[in-house]
């Protein structure tokens, strides 16, 4: 079975400054997706940015980029300019292609420090 | 972008009694439904999967006669647990997705806190 681990409960970090947040996960095949998703205080999921494990490039969406390792089976967020907005829970995700559901880690809260 | 609805957004209901929730994809068909819960300060547990017109597939441990899902049409999903205890007491989501593409990206609703007393 797939497995993500997020080894970070909680994280924080000055406003403007860059904060990496860790993922983990373990699996066997070769085609699947990777994520991170936001969940605010209002609980509402919102995806934060997707990565295709054949895709060899990082994925990017403006201040938010990951640093995909796939023989390390390693998937880390990289938030630039932090801003107080950004303070949420972070959950890395896993999609194995064709099987529909997503296995989430445990989670980084991060907090931003004004 | 795709939004998906749920209602009630929060409900508190006695022990014993049956609480439902619907959850609606309101500018999309929703192919597959997936209700999950979460506990305080964890992470998302998938309960089951509903595909339209057929019978839910409930993940392993989830007690398909308390938790009901029905997934009758392309936007409605609702889940209805019966004979509420205070455990049951958690925070539930609902996402929809459709298409049969390798990947399907899942659209959250915005949950449901059920408090049992």
Redesign the interface.
Request: net charge negative; aromatic share 20%; glycine share 10%.
């Given at each position: 079975a797939q497995t993500v681990t997020q080894s970070q409960p909680e994280m924080s970090v000055q406003e403007a400054e860059t904060v990496t947040l860790s993922c983990t996960y373990d699996t066997s095949e070769s085609?699947y997706?990777l994520f991170w998703y936001k969940q605010p205080p209002?609980?509402?999921?919102?995806?934060v940015i997707r990565q295709?494990a054949y895709k060899q490039q990082n994925a990017t969406e403006n201040r938010f980029s990951v640093n995909f390792q796939k023989a390390a089976k390693s998937f880390s967020l990289k938030i630039s300019d932090s801003q107080l907005g950004d303070a949420a829970m972070y959950?890395c995700a896993y999609?194995r292609?064709?099987n529909?559901?997503?296995?989430?880690?445990?989670?980084t809260r991060l907090t931003i420090i004004p | 972008g795709a939004v998906v609805s749920q209602h009630p957004s929060w409900v508190i209901c006695k022990s014993g009694t049956s609480v439902k929730i619907e959850c609606r994809s309101l500018d999309f068909q929703a192919t597959?439904m997936?209700w999950y819960r979460?506990f305080p300060k964890?992470?998302?547990?998938?309960m089951a999967?509903s595909n339209e017109g057929s019978k839910a597939t409930y993940e392993q441990g989830v007690e398909k006669d308390k938790f009901l899902i029905n997934h009758a049409s392309l936007t409605l999903s609702t889940l209805t647990v019966t004979s509420a205890h205070p455990e049951d007491s958690s925070?539930y989501?609902c996402?929809a997705?459709s298409g049969l593409a390798?990947?399907?990206?899942?659209f959250?609703g915005?949950?449901t806190r059920l408090t049992v007393l």
């Open positions: 085609d997706y209002s609980r509402q999921m919102i995806l295709e959950f999609y292609s064709g529909e559901k997503l296995t989430f880690g445990t989670g | 597959t997936f979460q964890q992470s998302l547990m998938l999967t925070f989501i996402s997705s390798s990947y399907n990206e899942q959250f915005p949950g």
